[in-house]
């Protein structure tokens, strides 16, 4: 069955996604990407171990952080593109609303990664995924995502306890028809 696009996902926290179109390009899967964010949201560091991204800038001012550099700044006409396996971060450092394209490539699980967790944060409430949320989704998708603002320890001692108790309550029941996660490279 062929997706119908667009498709937007908000975290209800001044993150706006929305997935244009995919298209191949030289034997390569390229998803086209539209963000919009308010003044001081933006991901946390995160890493993609499979995928990169890349935004052009089309209005606002965008602070951008990779993992152990100095944070800087891009305008209206900038680009950014991460390498996979690269810790990154931006974020909305203007007073207007950031409005991006780009591209994510080969996008992989990204679509039903971050509209997971987009759709957590925004039940949640408080910008956050839900502990049993983020619990699942990074340790189902580890091969491809990384979120770096969790602690070693939550993700190895107290995941897996959410996980446990989560899966006693039938929260695990929401990801049933979950697509499987790729191999590590």
């Not at 498709?7 to 899967?29: A, C, M, W, Y």
């Not at 909305?92 to 950031?98: P, S, Y």
């Not at 509209?115 to 408080?126: D, K, T």
Request: aromatic share 12%; glycine share 10%; proline share 7%.
């Amino acid at each position: 069955m062929k997706k119908e696009y667009p498709v937007t996902i908000d975290n209800g926290h001044g993150e706006r996604l929305t997935f244009l179109s995919r298209e191949l390009r030289d034997g390569i899967e390229y998803i086209q990407v539209e963000n919009r964010v308010s003044p001081g949201a933006g991901p946390p560091m995160h890493v993609h171990h499979q995928q990169y991204e890349s935004l052009n800038i089309l209005e606002g001012k965008m602070g951008v952080e990779v993992l152990g550099e100095e944070p800087y700044f891009l305008h209206k006409g900038d680009s950014a593109t991460f390498e996979p396996g690269i810790a990154h971060r931006f974020w909305n450092a203007g007073d207007t609303t950031l409005h991006c394209k780009g591209e994510i490539w080969p996008p992989h699980n990204i679509e039903y990664f971050l509209g997971e967790i987009y759709r957590s944060s925004r039940e949640n409430g408080n910008g956050r995924p839900g502990a049993f949320d983020a619990a699942y989704l990074t340790r189902k998708y580890y091969t491809e995502f990384d979120m770096l603002g969790i602690p070693a320890f939550v993700k190895k001692v107290i995941f897996p306890v959410i996980l446990f108790l989560g899966k006693l309550q039938g929260k695990d029941k929401r990801y049933q028809n979950a697509p499987d996660a790729l191999p590590a490279r």
